[in-house]
Nanobody
């Protein structure tokens, strides 16, 4: 079992940057692949990025490729999402999730954090 807590969200102007963190409890964090997802009002939850348990494999949604970077520090039980060149359409609640393998389908994830709000003003 793993519990996840996101932080780092906030209000930023278009073109700005934020770094989200997701802290995990439990000793088995390093065995989980991790994903970041987001959900805007009135929209379905969508895939943003994922990283393998070792950090050696990453994947991104086309909409964030080249602007966002996912990373992890297994010694700190934390996964990060660095977001650069933010756009108003990036506004959403951002969630991290854990699973034994990395998927882009949110329904495949077993464990979720409570989310952190990111708002990008134009």
């Amino acid at each position: 079992q793993v519990q996840l807590v996101e932080s780092g969200g906030g209000l930023v102007q278009a073109g700005g940057s934020l770094r989200l963190s997701c802290a995990a409890s439990g000793r088995t964090f390093s065995s989980y692949a991790m994903g970041w997802f987001r959900q805007a009002p009135g929209k379905e939850r969508e895939f943003v990025a994922a990283i393998s348990w070792s950090g050696g494999i990453t994947s991104y949604a086309d909409s964030v490729k080249g602007r966002f970077a996912i990373s992890r520090d297994n010694a700190k039980n934390t996964v990060y999402l660095r977001m650069n060149s933010l756009k108003p359409e990036d506004t959403a609640v951002y969630y991290c999730a854990a699973r034994d393998r990395a998927y882009s389908d949110p329904s495949r994830y077993d464990h979720w954090g409570q989310g952190t709000q990111v708002t990008v003003s134009s």
